[in-house]
């Protein structure tokens, strides 16, 4: 028996050969494990356990990286990289006390579509191959609530990285400085991650989301350090290495790392082929902002004076500028369009004024909150201020209309990715659903089966998949578009009489029951043996249903799913028979109103006859009795009150019953 850690909470495992699938007696989380037939490989799967659960995750990857290229077909070693991809950290549900996944490093892909899954599916076996679907939806789960709560995030301009805390629990140099550039970065109009702030009002709030959205929407990234050991502290380095990864990958991204005190030998290699900034520097704040500048172009619109020349007449626009944009913030719409146009009388191709114009159109109360307008864009006076504006004012409207594109590109992605995922769901339910209502055969590997009431309920309450269990539970059968076909209790369907499941059609939901009608008619017989004319409550046709047919057809667990319900005498007005009274029943017919309720067109109500109901005298596709004495459904499915005797006539039978769903059964 080997001993295993448990890459939940850390505890031992102890695993006997030919383990894939076992239960953590400290935290109680079951889980896969790897296949430990080969010392090289249960110490690399240590190492890289132990990696990923200190959020070592690069370092993990690189060590399971190896597994896979030792053992390519080990399933747990592929499973190891998706837990790093993701940054997937266990931690305890305070609800439950279980260990529940937290994702560290969000993506816009979806694990079940991941290459390294697909392998984890091919080289697992049937126990291990379920557990790592379930953890693989929890993480699915996490992504798309990541990828939505973050797609609701204005796009950044500049993140900041660096280590808030050091190891005594004291605030790092890094921090300061960091402060400081952020304070100035702010002044100059730029939108800044310094999570310091940024996170400050989401106490009690995943981070995740927030960084997320704030690595995909940022430009630049500036990385400080003051020590080695700072610049690869776990979440600093799972930062800027997110961000190289986006830069990798074709983002138009800049990461400038920001130094002090340190040589170039202090830096991650990964920083080696870029340009640094060193921070103990003189001025190095101003180079800092200068290229920044450079590469994001200046946010410095605000007041919208600093890219006016001064020339004559000009100190009088500035200060009607001044006086446009102070209404603006202040929401006085009216005296803001009034002074732009003021401006616009003594200069008519002023940009600035037309921006401004932009914002009263628009009622937005800063220039910052331009990002996040869709229709800004398209706006009469936003086209004339790009117009005539200047370069630097040309260069800013580009830039808000850029981010909100780029928070719309991520939201409309979030919200693809989101539908998608509850489809794919849909169907994988709708499958299930359908495997359990239609057939009481053992569930495929693949596909595991609902217990009668669950399959109901997902019906009943999603819209999605009663729509798919719709179209394919009957695609193949004429006339039943629109109903939903389970199987319940068995009877006579052959000549020779051997049972097989009946199948039942579902007419009406009422969220607790059900109510259904056979598929087909499976059985012939007379509306009553009395020789005289009656009504259901006197009828031999409901006895029979009540009695033998209820007891033959099903088991005691099904027959207290059935519910007792009352049955409403209805009389047949072309014959001279009483409608008699009431009754409580099991099992009964629908009578005339319900048959042409529940049934859409004569086509729908037509049904054809079991095996062994033409046996006993039923045509092919047979007329079938409803309980208003004397009427019947046509073998063309029309409802006829035609006068057939009550008595002895003989028909098809196609029983009818509600089905409680909260039983004890369920």
């Not at 132990?50 to 990286?65: C, I, N, P």
């Not at 700072?230 to 600093?236: D, F, H, L, R």
């Not at 500028?321 to 102070?326: D, E, G, P, S, V």
């Not at 007379?526 to 009540?546: C, D, F, M």
Request: charged share 25%; hydrophobic share 35%; glycine share 6%.
């Amino acid at each position: 028996m080997a001993v295993f850690k448990c890459k939940m909470c850390g505890g031992d495992l102890h695993i006997t050969e030919g383990m894939t699938v076992c239960e953590c007696e400290y935290c109680g989380s079951v889980q896969t494990v790897p296949q430990l037939d080969n010392e090289k490989k249960i110490n690399l799967f240590s190492r890289a356990n132990r990696l990923r659960s200190a959020g070592e995750f690069d370092k993990a990857s690189g060590v399971y990286e190896t597994l896979v290229s030792d053992f390519p077909e080990e399933a747990e070693a592929y499973w190891g990289l998706l837990l790093c991809k993701f940054g997937i950290e266990y931690v305890d549900d305070p609800g439950t006390g279980k260990k529940v996944p937290t994702c560290h490093r969000s993506s816009f892909d979806s694990i079940m579509d991941d290459p390294d899954f697909e392998m984890v599916m091919e080289c697992s076996d049937v126990a291990s191959r379920a557990v790592y679907r379930e953890e693989a939806k929890a993480i699915e789960a996490l992504r798309i609530a990541i990828n939505e709560v973050s797609s609701k995030e204005a796009p950044y301009d500049i993140f900041i990285c660096y280590k808030e805390t050091d190891a005594s629990g004291n605030r790092t140099i890094d921090s300061v400085i960091a402060q400081d550039v952020y304070q100035a970065l702010v002044e100059k109009g730029y939108k800044v991650f310094f999570s310091r702030i940024t996170l400050e009002d989401k106490l009690g709030q995943e981070y995740e989301p927030y960084i997320f959205a704030a690595l995909n929407s940022a430009k630049i990234m500036l990385a400080f350090g003051t020590d080695y050991e700072y610049y690869n502290a776990v979440w600093v380095k799972n930062e800027w290495s997110r961000f190289l990864s986006l830069i990798e990958k074709g983002e138009k991204k800049t990461l400038i790392p920001c130094f002090k005190g340190i040589d170039a030998y202090d830096m991650p290699k990964e920083f080696a082929r870029l340009q640094a900034q060193d921070m103990g520097k003189v001025g190095a704040m101003q180079d800092l902002l200068r290229g920044i500048e450079k590469i994001m172009g200046s946010k410095t619109q605000q007041a919208a004076t600093p890219n006016i020349a001064v020339k004559e007449g000009d100190l009088t626009k500035m200060g009607l500028l001044k006086r446009t944009f102070m209404f603006i913030e202040e929401g006085d719409w009216s005296n803001a369009d009034r002074y732009a146009e003021k401006v616009l009388d003594l200069d008519p191709e002023n940009g600035e004024a037309y921006l401004a114009k932009a914002m009263v159109d628009l009622r937005i109360p800063s220039l910052l909150a331009l990002r996040d307008v869709s229709y800004f864009e398209n706006n009469s006076n936003t086209k004339k201020a790009l117009r005539y504006g200047s370069d630097a004012l040309r260069n800013d409207i580009q830039g808000y209309i850029d981010s909100y594109k780029t928070a719309e590109k991520m939201r409309l992605k979030a919200e693809e990715e989101r539908r998608k995922q509850e489809e794919k769901a849909a169907q994988e339910t709708a499958e299930r659903v359908i495997e359990t209502l239609v057939s009481k055969e053992q569930a495929s590997e693949t596909t595991k089966k609902l217990s009668f009431g669950q399959a109901i309920q997902a019906l009943l309450s999603n819209p999605r998949v009663l729509q798919i269990v719709c179209e394919k539970n009957f695609s193949q059968v004429s006339g039943y578009k629109g109903f939903v076909k389970i199987v319940f209790g068995r009877y006579p369907q052959t000549a020779q009489g051997g049972n097989a499941d009946i199948e039942w059609l579902i007419l009406r939901n009422e969220g607790r029951r059900i109510l259904l009608i056979s598929k087909d008619a499976l059985d012939y017989r007379k509306y009553s043996e009395s020789g005289s004319e009656t009504t259901w409550e006197t009828s031999s046709i409901r006895n029979w249903l009540n009695d033998a047919f209820i007891n033959s057809a099903f088991d005691a667990e099904e027959k207290n799913m059935i519910l007792s319900v009352n049955v409403a005498a209805d009389k047949n007005h072309s014959l001279s028979a009483a409608s008699g009274n009431d009754t409580i029943d099991k099992i009964f017919l629908l009578n005339s109103m319900e048959a042409n309720l529940y049934f859409n067109s004569n086509s729908a109500r037509a049904c054809q006859s079991t095996e062994y109901g033409r046996s006993q005298g039923a045509s092919d596709m047979g007329r079938w009795w409803l309980r208003t004495p004397g009427a019947y459904v046509s073998s063309d499915g029309t409802v006829n009150f035609g006068g057939r005797s009550v008595f002895n006539g003989i028909n098809a039978v196609r029983p009818a019953m509600w089905i409680d769903l909260e039983s004890s059964m369920l």
